[in-house]
């Protein structure tokens, strides 16, 4: 590990602040993350800003109904929630799904969110990797690729997003509360938050230099059944290889994101109108325009399986 200095933030402004005015400072909360890929030298950070004293630990309702939950709000908490048990099951469903109750008790919402690739040649710092090393090469293409994605994907990068609960999010229409250095607040849709890799991967969110996450707000709830199913290689302690993120009405309609596929949580919600014509129907507008390798392709026919499993959980 790289030598780094160290601030604790007084303020969400001081801490914003701050980042901008390090060109090599990062956020720390949890570190479930970030420590990892520091002991690794892929996180290199020369200054780390300690965010844990800020109180944004908070889960509250807000004006319209919704919920708006704090960056910092542990992701054991937020999944145990009365309320986000009641009314957005999804997002416990899919909290529960991820890691360990040991790193789900470390974790928070705004680290969760920007939580890194697990593609093993990023961990791998003798293999090119643009996402690691901007214009390197992408070790996944041509090389072992069954955990890739299929969609969204380009000639820089085939890598997948890795977050549980980002899923939820966006078929939950979340959005992040930013505050940026100069002080100014954004609210950023979920879907807009994250970026697909183009010539870019690297650059995998629309945060700006020493830009702060918040929070994460919800609309009102939508009811429905929440269902999150996630496939994987062992029964826990293991990421996607897909996973299926629904609320179903009991006409059928409703809203779907999936997992395991993308750069970043993926939902095509013009093919949302398809799920009352069943999962073969909505898969195939989910994945029209996949790229898949020979090793991954088994995941294009896995969302139409996995669907096929929601809707029927969803029908009883």
Request: hydrophobic share 40%; glycine share 10%; proline share 5%.
């Amino acid at each position: 590990m790289k030598a780094f200095t160290f601030e604790r933030a007084s303020s969400v402004e001081a801490a914003a602040k701050s980042a901008a005015s390090n060109p090599g400072a990062k956020f720390i909360a949890g570190g479930t993350n970030l420590l990892d890929l520091m002991k690794l030298e892929i996180e290199t950070p020369t200054h780390l800003i300690d965010v844990n004293g800020l109180r944004l630990d908070k889960i509250e309702t807000t004006e319209n109904g919704g919920l708006r939950v704090g960056a910092m709000v542990r992701n054991t908490d937020l999944a145990s929630d009365a309320t986000v048990r009641r009314d957005y099951g999804l997002l416990s469903r899919a909290l529960v799904a991820g890691a360990s109750g040991q790193l789900r008790n470390k974790a928070t919402t705004a680290g969760n969110l920007l939580q890194r690739t697990r593609c093993p040649y990023f961990y791998d710092t003798n293999q090119p990797c643009n996402k690691r090393q901007p214009g390197s090469g992408c070790s996944a293409i041509g090389g072992f690729s069954r955990q890739h994605a299929v969609v969204g994907v380009s000639d820089a990068c085939i890598a997948t997003h890795p977050s549980d609960m980002a899923i939820a999010m966006r078929a939950l229409d979340a959005s992040v509360e930013t505050v940026k250095a100069d002080g100014a607040k954004r609210t950023i849709p979920i879907d807009d938050f994250y970026r697909l890799p183009g010539d870019t991967p690297h650059i995998e969110t629309s945060l700006e230099k020493g830009e702060f996450i918040t929070a994460v707000t919800l609309p009102p709830p939508v009811g429905g059944k929440h269902i999150y199913r996630k496939v994987r290689d062992r029964a826990s302690y293991a990421f996607a290889l897909i996973s299926v993120g629904a609320v179903i009405q009991q006409d059928g309609t409703g809203r779907v994101a999936v997992g395991g596929v993308a750069h970043k949580p993926w939902r095509v919600e013009a093919a949302e109108a398809e799920l009352p014509n069943g999962a073969k129907a909505t898969a195939s507008r989910i994945l029209e325009n996949a790229k898949p390798t020979e090793e991954n392709r088994f995941k294009v026919e896995l969302v139409e399986r996995t669907l096929g499993a929601v809707l029927s959980e969803a029908r009883g």
